[in-house]
């Protein structure tokens, strides 16, 4: 079943993606005082802590940019003191429109009147904006969230954020954070001998936590995929969306594999039982088209990154890897790096997204040598 905010949604014409946020943030905020606290953990207006009782939010609310004469922007969202009607914080939200040609500009003006004012000024994005959008706020000391920082900090507790929640994970908008041991139970069943984990044989784990922490794996490559494929200059915008896929790649004892084999000579297959087993990975991945071009049956030409969970015998926790390569109708051999990441990819977009945009830039470089393809590959932003 749909979330409540998408239900609510599919009324509408049409998307509308900003200003419909705007305009869920500032009603749930009504009811939980976390939203403010969550887009303004240091505070407002001379550290002032949000109170509900004591501020609002405003969406659509104009002022006036400073050293111009008399010209206006209109903030996706202000904090305003209930009392006086100051404007006492503000938030601009981007949703697909992240690489708009007018942004630096836009952005630049929210920073002079955060600066002029003393009021407090929140980046809210989908993706991650260029490094000069960071850059400059970083120098003003203004802040940046993406949505999924703001969902991780919201009541749960309270039945609208809740909601809320729901709507972001439906829609991919949130990083969800993986427990790493639940994890390590799923590869345990996938790939490991059933003898000796007990303590997995737990109703709640094997009905709700397991799967959900699988289905939160392959959402959150699904996320990463729509934020890489922002990152890729020269690609055409319009070119399919990465498609999202995992493979089970098992690993057996030789020695027990090769007695079963000579133990099942009457028989056309074999089930290599749990002794056999010694361990496996996970591999999630996303795949993306890198040609959009005519005569695609002889110039097809792909990228392919994502994770490798390694899970071997006797462990309770996996090793995680991530990958990438290019493979290609003109590429003789495939084009292949990885690197070990830290767990903390589980939890942090940011890291598994530099991750990565590391590995892959790796086999682009590389893919670039290859005179055929090389007008096809792009590079990062």
């Known amino acids: 079943m749909e979330s409540f905010f998408s239900r609510i949604k599919s009324y509408f014409s049409g998307d509308y993606g900003g200003r419909y946020l705007e305009l869920i943030l500032k009603e749930v905020g009504v009811f939980d005082g976390g939203v403010g606290a969550a887009l303004f953990p240091k505070g407002l207006k001379d550290g002032i802590r949000f109170n509900k009782a004591k501020h609002r939010f405003e969406v659509e609310c104009r002022f006036v940019v400073p050293n111009t ?37 836009q952005l630049m003006d929210y920073i002079a009147y955060s600066s002029k004012h003393g009021v407090p000024f929140v980046y809210l994005t989908q993706y991650y904006p260029p490094s000069s959008d960071l850059d400059a706020l970083r120098e003003s000391q203004s802040r940046h969230f993406l949505y999924s920082d703001i969902a991780q900090e919201l009541d749960q507790k309270n039945h609208l954020s809740r909601l809320l929640i729901e709507y972001f994970k439906e829609n991919g908008l949130m990083y969800e954070q993986i427990d790493i041991e639940l994890l390590g139970k799923l590869l345990i069943r996938f790939f490991n001998p059933q003898r000796g984990h007990g303590k997995i044989r737990n109703i709640e784990h094997m009905t709700n936590l397991i799967p959900e922490t699988f289905r939160q794996v392959l959402q959150n490559m699904r996320l990463l995929s729509s934020e890489i494929r922002h990152c890729f200059v020269g690609i055409d915008e319009k070119s399919r969306q990465p498609s999202i896929d995992f493979c089970l790649q098992p690993k057996y004892n030789k020695k027990k594999i090769a007695a079963l084999v000579k133990d099942s000579e009457s028989f056309d297959d074999i089930e290599p039982d749990s002794p056999a087993r010694s361990g496996g990975r996970l591999c999630v991945y996303a795949m993306q088209s890198l040609y959009s071009g005519q005569d695609r049956d002889n110039n097809w030409l792909y990228v392919e990154y994502g994770f490798l969970f390694n899970m071997d015998v006797g462990l309770s926790e996996p090793s995680i890897d991530c990958y990438a390569k290019v493979l290609g109708k003109n590429i003789k051999d495939e084009i292949y790096d990885d690197k070990r990441c830290k767990a903390n990819v589980l939890m942090d977009k940011g890291k598994a997204v530099s991750d990565l945009r590391h590995v892959i830039g790796s086999v682009f470089e590389r893919a670039k040598k290859y005179a055929v393809i090389k007008s096809y590959i792009p590079s990062l932003e």
């Open 69 to 105: 004469k008399g010209a206006e922007r209109i903030a996706d969202i202000a904090v305003v003191e209930v009392d006086s009607d100051e404007i006492i914080g503000l938030v601009e939200i981007k949703y697909e429109d992240h690489k708009q040609p007018t942004n630096a500009a």
